[in-house]
């Protein structure tokens, strides 16, 4: 997904015509909007598969209640860039609204820290580079899985380790 966003000014300029330039901004929010958004996913999982499953509602509705506000807010004055942000932020708050809701339901050994740190580093990159020449996007192309590999390691390690034994059998 970051790599989606990263590289949207040249992924619009190839499939579309050359009057929609624009959406290239507009297409790397939203790319950045499903990332968040699929923190949500994984964290609703949890909700869904419990007796609690009922009260997923109240991690949504908080977070549509803003994005309509900030579409409010946000429309008039920067159009479908405005709606796009509004909608990145509003799924930000939706993941963070149903991990809250998750973790009252039940605890799951999931490194929700980790997680969320690179989803925030990733959101930052992305958000800093929207704009930026495209080696510095390229760059962080490669950058941004060395960084989640980096950030864990061990676990890649692990894999890696596994996937060998695997094929070797």
């Not at 966003?5 to 929609?20: D, H, Q």
């Not at 159009?79 to 509004?86: F, Q, R």
């Not at 993941?95 to 959101?123: D, E, H, K, M, Y």
């Not at 960084?147 to 390691?153: G, Q, R, S, T």
Request: charged share 10%.
């Amino acid at each position: 997904v970051a790599g989606l966003a990263l590289l949207a000014p040249e992924l619009v300029a190839l499939i579309a015509p050359e009057g929609y330039a624009a959406a290239a901004v507009i297409t790397g929010v939203l790319c950045l909007s499903a990332l968040l958004r699929t923190g949500a996913q994984v964290a609703s999982a949890v909700v869904l598969h419990s007796p609690a499953a009922y009260r997923i509602w109240l991690a949504s509705l908080p977070a549509a209640v803003i994005n309509i506000i900030l579409n409010a807010l946000f429309i008039p004055k920067y159009g479908a860039l405005g709606a796009a942000w509004a909608t990145a932020v509003a799924m930000g708050l939706n993941t963070l609204f149903t991990v809250v809701l998750s973790r009252q339901v039940r605890v799951v050994p999931f490194r929700f820290g980790a997680v969320a740190t690179l989803i925030v580093l990733v959101s930052a990159l992305v958000i800093g580079a929207l704009t930026a020449p495209l080696w510095a996007r390229l760059a962080l192309c490669v950058v941004v899985p060395l960084v989640c590999v980096a950030f864990d390691w061990r676990f890649a390690l692990e894999e890696l380790r596994r996937r060998l034994a695997r094929s070797r059998t």
